[in-house]
Nanobody, 123 residues
Framework: QLQASGGGLVQAGGSLRLSCAAS????????LGWFRQAPEKEREFVAA????????DYADSVKGRFTISRDNRRNTVYLQMNSLEPEDTAVYYC??????????????????WGKGTLVTVSS
């Protein structure tokens, strides 16, 4: 089970940190990803991190602003979001996959999904 939290309302230029806590799986075996879905748009890839945390991948739209990280002791993955823009408004989801590489996660998504958390950025 994956449970995202940390969403909320923030002004443009502000920051938020999302968390996603996992249970019921051997966390360190899974690559993890963050995705988002804006109103009337398809779900899109945001960021991914490898099992060890040593490799990361980002969508071009968030590079330099967002940072994904994980804590395998706490079974939690984070998404630090800085310099937020109104275009970042979306429901954010975390996902986990034991088999795919982070490159594959960007293209194909993950096998496991959690409930999302809403991020609203006001202009």
């Amino acid at each position: 089970q994956l449970q995202a939290s940390g969403g909320g309302l923030v002004q443009a230029g502000g920051s938020l940190r999302l968390s996603c806590a996992a249970s019921g799986l051997i966390f360190s075996r899974f690559a993890l990803g963050w995705f988002r879905q804006a109103p009337e748009k398809e779900r899109e890839f945001v960021a991914a991190v490898s099992q060890s945390g040593s490799s990361t991948d980002y969508a071009d739209s968030v590079k330099g602003r967002f940072t994904i990280s994980r804590d395998n002791r706490r079974n939690t993955v984070y998404l630090q979001m800085n310099s937020l823009e109104p275009e970042d408004t979306a429901v954010y989801y975390c996902g986990a996959d034991e088999v795919k590489t982070i490159g594959d996660i960007q293209r194909y998504g993950t096998d496991y999904w959690g409930k999302g958390t809403l991020v609203t950025v006001s202009s």
